[in-house]
């Protein structure tokens, strides 16, 4: 559980938080079920998500989807004609294009 945590501060927190309860209940084996007894502060375990803005489209977005492969990749297509690939770190998009035909650019 403790690897799965993102942020060291996370980690350190969580881990003082349970070693603490251990020696209160006189536990010397520490498993998941323990974890959740302790009842740790959920934003330790459960961060805030990241949240970046995405460059706009200039007509109405019509299909926003994620890749299969990558879940950082966001492929969107809009009224405009353009299909965008973003890396949703990124507030632009790594890649623009214009399919000759509107009705390509469905993403489907």
């Known amino acids: ?3 799965q945590l ?3 501060n996370a980690r350190l927190q969580l881990q003082h938080h349970v070693e ?3 020696r209160t209940t006189g536990t010397s ?3 998941a079920e323990i974890i959740f007894k302790s009842k740790p502060n959920p934003t330790s375990l459960f961060p805030e998500p990241q949240r970046t803005d995405l460059e706009a489209h200039s007509g109405a977005v019509s299909v926003v989807t994620f890749s299969p492969f990558d879940q ?6 809009a009224t405009d004609g353009a299909v965008k690939l973003f890396d949703v770190r990124q507030p632009r998009p790594f890649l623009t294009f214009y399919p000759p035909s509107k009705h390509l650019s469905t993403c489907s």
Do not use: G, H, I, R
């Open 1 to 3: 559980l403790l690897d």
């Open 6 to 8: 993102t942020s060291n």
């Open 72 to 77: 950082k990749l966001l492929l969107t297509c």
């Open 29 to 31: 084996e520490v498993t």
């Open 20 to 22: 603490n309860y251990c």
